[in-house]
């Protein structure tokens, strides 16, 4: 028996960061090939001119809306949203997306969508279903397009600095205190949030944060899964070009969603978020198969620190699929 490695110890750490699909071989390479001719130019053509003239048309309307005081169309404008992601995810590649057990759609705002986070995809994928907002990190404020996406669905930036969580919790339970109280159904927006406050490789569950569980409303939890067999489309440590290369040049993606019964806190779960957060977290780890873990935002960081120094590589390779 081989004694473990520094290495491996490293690497054992951040388990549900490390990549886990297959190392490139000369058959991925002559798919990117006619991927990058055929499939990617058309697809990132497609996706900012998909985006740009729903925010024109979006924009124009509200704009004469209230220019001649009368309401906005938003139900038509999140019918036309949901049907234009799902177009940009078929561009994408992913032409079935299976949706499991998902309930009935209702306005009523004392819901929120808890969901783990896998990848940027993630958002387009609930976009897809019902233009919902989201808790959104700072940094996004400065992507155009996404920025103004983001603004347009309502999304509420925060920051994942350890000294702003206190300001970003009473931020999150002022907005979801202003969203319970009376309002036209058909401008409602559920909120989308991912405790996890950072994407994993999709085959775990790590520590969740309370921001979602301190209003103590019930949750909607959904899992999200991406089913590959040579590139994983999670996006947790790889540089954002190789992952676009990657996705943009897959001929075939697959993802689901499913969606698990509301929970409705104790009396106990109120009063206790981090309770409630862990509670809810259980079921999501039961019904998924996920693995549970402890790991933070924080063990991303050092993880990519150490791949910056040259001491880890973020690379697949065997080494990343040991049981950590």
């Known amino acids: 028996h081989n004694m473990p490695t520094q290495d491996d110890i490293e690497l054992s750490r951040f388990a549900p960061f490390q990549r886990n699909d297959e190392p490139l071989n000369f058959s991925d390479l002559i798919k990117i090939f006619f991927g990058f001719l055929f499939l990617l130019p058309f697809r990132i053509y497609s996706f900012f001119s998909i985006t740009i003239s729903y925010l024109i048309f979006a924009q124009t309307i509200t704009f004469f809306s209230n220019l001649f005081h009368i309401k906005p169309p938003h139900h038509l404008l999140?019918?036309?949203g949901t049907k234009l992601s799902r177009l940009v995810l078929f561009i994408f590649g992913f032409y079935k997306i299976d949706i499991v057990d998902k309930p009935p759609y209702s306005p009523r705002s004392n819901v929120i969508i808890v969901s783990n986070?896998?990848?940027?995809?993630d958002v387009i994928l609930f976009m897809s279903e019902e233009m919902p907002s989201f808790i959104s990190k700072g940094y996004v404020k400065k992507l155009p397009v996404i920025r103004e996406m983001a603004e347009h669905l309502g999304c509420l930036f925060v920051e994942t600095k350890a000294e702003n969580l206190e300001k970003n919790t009473s931020t999150v339970t002022e907005i979801l205190s202003l969203s319970n109280q009376k309002q036209n159904p058909s401008s409602y927006r559920r909120l989308v949030v991912f405790p996890e406050a950072t994407t994993t490789n999709g085959d775990y569950l790590i520590h969740f944060r309370t921001g979602a569980f301190v209003?103590?409303?019930p949750v909607l939890p959904v899992i999200?899964?991406?089913?590959f067999s040579r590139f994983n489309p999670?996006?947790?440590?790889?540089?954002l070009w190789y992952h676009l290369l990657r996705l943009l040049t897959s001929f075939v993606n697959k993802a689901e969603m499913h969606y698990l019964p509301f929970y409705f806190p104790s009396q106990e779960e109120t009063e206790n978020p981090a309770l409630f957060a862990q509670n809810v977290k259980k079921e999501m780890t039961k019904?998924?198969?996920?693995?549970s873990t402890e790991h933070t935002h924080e063990d991303k960081s050092a993880y990519h620190r150490l791949i910056i120094q040259g001491r880890l590589d973020w690379h697949p390779s065997p080494k990343n699929k040991k049981d950590a």
Do not use: D, F, N, R
């Open 78 to 80: 999140k019918k036309l």
């Open 117 to 121: 986070h896998v990848s940027y995809l």
């Open 215 to 217: 209003p103590a409303l």
């Open 224 to 227: 999200i899964k991406y089913k």
């Open 234 to 239: 999670s996006w947790e440590t790889i540089p």
């Open 287 to 291: 019904a998924s198969g996920l693995l």
